[in-house]
């Protein structure tokens, strides 16, 4: 398996994250949850925010499949070809949201931006490390995510936006599909794999840990983050089987969430639960 240069790096509340990638001058970039501007609402400036933070998580995507596909060149033709799909699918996503938050009188720079995703995944020096947290575990929530926020922008009348991001789920499920795939097939390879992918979890809930937010946190527009941290956001059952998650993987993901109770032997245990 391939090495990759050591990162270059920043420290955020005592974890080591990969330094942010290049950003133009109009944007503000912060480190901490509690300095961006997510609003709880669905006001007009809370619709441009949530649509500029999502632009610029999409672009985020796009740089980390990239990064991946610098930093691995001996990995599978196969598999390269799959992240250079990604790349041209993050860069529409891209371009769609800042469309349509132009269209709502926003725009780039707008609000400040925070290189979470990229931060953590491009520490890992592995590519089943890089698979199993952003395609398998950001991108995996991101797909119960957006099968949820289809039905609230509808609900708010916002039927263009709406139909943006049930597009953008269907590709989302594509990333989540060929991680899946890939992560068995580079287990057989090399056994080690498996213990890269458990190493990644570890890291992402150390991080998880150490930048959540403390009691009555507020953010820069006054929402308490601990509220606003702990909408409920339920396992999209149907778009993860598509994704290949297992039955054993969906039930343990049901689990964390609460909506199964009796334990079952089957589970996959330690299985990252996207
Ligand atoms: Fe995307
Ligand atoms: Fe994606």
Same mark, same amino acid.
């Given at each position: ?6 990162? %270059? ?7 080591? @994250? ?17 300095? #961006? ?19 610029? $998580? ?18 599978? /033709?196969?598999?390269?070809? +799959?992240?250079?799909?990604?790349? /041209? ?8 949201? @800042? =469309? ?23 520490? #890992?020096? *592995? ?25 609230? /922008? ?6 263009? %936006?709406? !139909? ?17 795939? /890939? ?19 570890? !890291?992402?809930?150390?991080?998880? %840990? ?8 507020? $953010? ?13 956001? !339920? ?19 049901? =689990? +964390?969430?609460?909506?199964? *109770?009796?334990?079952? *032997? *089957? ?8």
């Amino acid at each position: 398996m391939q090495t990759v240069q050591p990162a %270059t790096t920043k420290v955020v509340r005592g974890v080591t @994250l990969h330094s942010d990638p290049a950003r133009e001058g109009c944007f503000n970039v912060v480190h901490l949850h509690k300095d #961006m501007h997510d609003y709880s609402d669905f006001s007009d400036v809370a619709m441009r925010q949530r649509l500029h933070r999502h632009m610029h $998580n999409e672009m985020q995507s796009l740089e980390i499949a990239a990064k991946t596909l610098y930093d691995f060149p001996d990995a599978p /033709w196969d598999l390269r070809m +799959q992240f250079a799909r990604q790349c /041209w699918d993050e860069t529409r996503h891209t371009q769609l949201l @800042l =469309r349509r938050l132009e269209q709502k009188g926003g725009r780039k720079g707008e609000f400040p931006v925070m290189n979470y995703e990229w931060g953590v995944t491009c520490m #890992m020096d *592995s590519l089943a490390g890089r698979l199993a947290l952003q395609n398998r575990t950001f991108e995996g929530g991101e797909m119960d995510l957006l099968r949820q926020l289809v039905g609230t /922008w509808k609900a708010e009348g916002d039927e263009e %936006t709406a !139909f943006v991001l049930d597009g953008l789920l269907a590709d989302e499920i594509q990333h989540v599909r060929f991680a899946n795939q /890939w992560l068995k097939r580079l287990a057989k390879i090399d056994p080690r794999s498996l213990l890269k992918v458990a190493m990644a979890i570890r !890291f992402l809930e150390k991080v998880t %840990t150490a930048m959540a937010p403390l009691p009555g946190e507020v $953010n820069a527009v006054g929402v308490d983050l601990t509220g606003y941290t702990h909408l409920d956001v !339920f396992a999209n059952i149907e778009d993860r089987r598509a994704a290949e998650f297992t039955e054993e993987e969906i039930e343990e993901i049901l =689990r +964390q969430e609460g909506l199964l *109770s009796a334990p079952s *032997s *089957s589970a996959a245990a330690g299985a990252p639960a996207g």
